[in-house]
C-alpha cells in the first residue's frame, strides 16, 4: 500500500551481502512451534515481517538479563496474536487493544514479575487509545513493545492512526489525507506530554545499525521495569511487506525513506520520577470496610485440621442450568477456604441460563493456584448425560466421575476412569426437593475422596443456602450421598461399610 515512487527509489540499493543470515534461537523460544504443523519451526509471520525481529531482540534481551522465568507476555489482536506459540514464557491472549488494562491487573498482582504488554499500531493506537493513554498516564511499571507498520496487517490493509500522509490502504485508496482521515498519531510524542512514564523511545528496523540501537532500546525498557522505575515504552517502526505490497528488502528501506521523516527516532523521555509525598488511605480489612459478620469465618474450625489427601484437587462440576451446578462448586470452594486452601472457582455457562449447559471448575489446593482452568480434572460430577458424554474423556485415568444416575448409559466408549454412579435426582426427590440433588453429590465426593471434612462443609451449606425450608432437606442430602456413597458403591470389588474416609 505504499507509494510507488518510494518502491522503484530503494530497489537499486540492495546489496545481497548486506545481511548476515542467522540461525540461532534463543532458549528463551520453545524448541518446536507447535501450531506450525509441517514446519515445527517456523513462525506464522511473512517473510520480512518486522514482528519477527521483534520477538527476536525481546527473547534474546530476556535471555541475557535472566528473565525469562519471571515474565509474562501479553499478546494483542493483530498479526502477533499467536506470540504465544511462540514465547516459553508465561502468556496472556487479551482483547483487541485491552493488552495495557490487562498488564496494568498482571503487574499489580504480582509485582515481582516483567510484564510485557506486545502490541501492532491498530491495537494500541485505534482500539486501545484509551488503555495505553491511562495506563501510561498512571505510570504503571510494565513494557510497552509497539509495532508501528502504518497499517493494519492481519486484516488486509486498512488505514491505520499511524498510516503516512499520502499513503494508500484498503480504506484510504486514493493515499491519507489530512483533511479527510486527519494526520499520523506520534504515540510516542503524544505519551511524552505525560508526567508519569519513565522511558520512551522510537526506534526502527530499517537497517542492521537501527536494529542494533532497537536492541538496546528493548533491553533497557526491560532494565526500566525490572529496576522498578516506572513505565517503559518503545516504539518499533517495522516493515510489513505483505501488506504494503514490496519485496522484503524494498520495504525495509521504506521505513527508513518514508517512515522516519514521518515518525523521528530518538529518546523521548528517560527518568526516573521522584515520589511524591502522599498520604496513604487507612488500611482496613475488606471484611471490615464491607461490614460483614467474619467471626464464625475467621474461627479456624476443628476442620481446619483436616488431613487432605491431595496437594491439589481439581473437579470439574458440569450439568443443566438450575440443577446447581455453580452453586457446588462455590459451596466446595468455600468450605475449601475454611480448611486453609488456597481454592478458585470458574463458571462457565451458556447464555440461556436455566435449562442451558453449565459447568464450572473448581480447585482446592495446598498452594497458590496457578490458573483456574482446569482441563483434565481429578473428579468429574457429571449431573446428566450429555455432561457425562462430553467432559469424561478429559478426566485423568487415575481419575473418578460422579454420575447422577443408576448406571452408566449405554453406548458410551470405554471411560477413563472410575465411574460412580449415585441417583442423586431420585436420593433427593425423595428427601422432598429435586434441587439438592447437587447436595447428595456433595456428600458423596466428600465420602469417596476425603477431601473435605463432613463437618465444614454442613456448616457451610447451613450458612449459604438461607432458605429456612430447605436447610433440613440439605442436611439430609449431604448425609444421605454420603451414606449412599458409603454403603452402596463397591470399591475395588470391596464394599466400603464403615466408609469414612473412604
Ligand atoms: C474488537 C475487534 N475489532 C476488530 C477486530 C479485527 N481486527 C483484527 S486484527 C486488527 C488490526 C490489527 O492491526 P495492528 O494492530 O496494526 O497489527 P498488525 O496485524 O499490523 O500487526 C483488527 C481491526 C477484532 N479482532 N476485534
Ligand atoms: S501481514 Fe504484515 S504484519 Fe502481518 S505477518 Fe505479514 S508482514 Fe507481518
Redesign the pocket.
Known sequence: MGEEIAVSSVESQVKPDEFEITHSKSPVFYDVYERKSDLQRQTHYCPGCG?GIVHKLIAEALEEMGLQDRTIFVS?????VFAYYYFDVGNVQV??GRAPAAATGLKRSCPDKIVISY??????AA?GTAEILHAANRGEKITVFF?N?A?????GG?M?PTTLVGQKSTTSPWGRRPSNEGFPVRMCELLATLEAPAYIERVALSDNKNIMKARRAIRKALECQRDGSGFSFVEILSP?PTIWGMDPVVARKWVAERMIPAFPLTVYRDHKLEPVAETEPPQRPVADVLELDTEAAAKPTAAFAHEHPFEQMTIKIAGFGGQGVLLLGQLLIEAGMREGLEVSWLPSYGPEMRSGSAHCHVCLSKARIGSPLVQHPDVLIAMNEISLRKFAPAVRPDGLIIYNGRAVPAGLPPLPARVHCVPAAEIADKLGSTKVANIVLMGALLEETGCLEFGTAAATIAEKIKKVALAEINRKALESGRRFADDVLVHEGQPQPDGYPY
Open positions: 514482528h494483542p489482536v493483530g498479526c502477533s482483547a483487541h502490541q501492532g499500531d491498530g491495537d494500541l482500539i509495532v507498520n497499517i493494519y496487517g492481519m486484516t486498512q491505520a510489513c
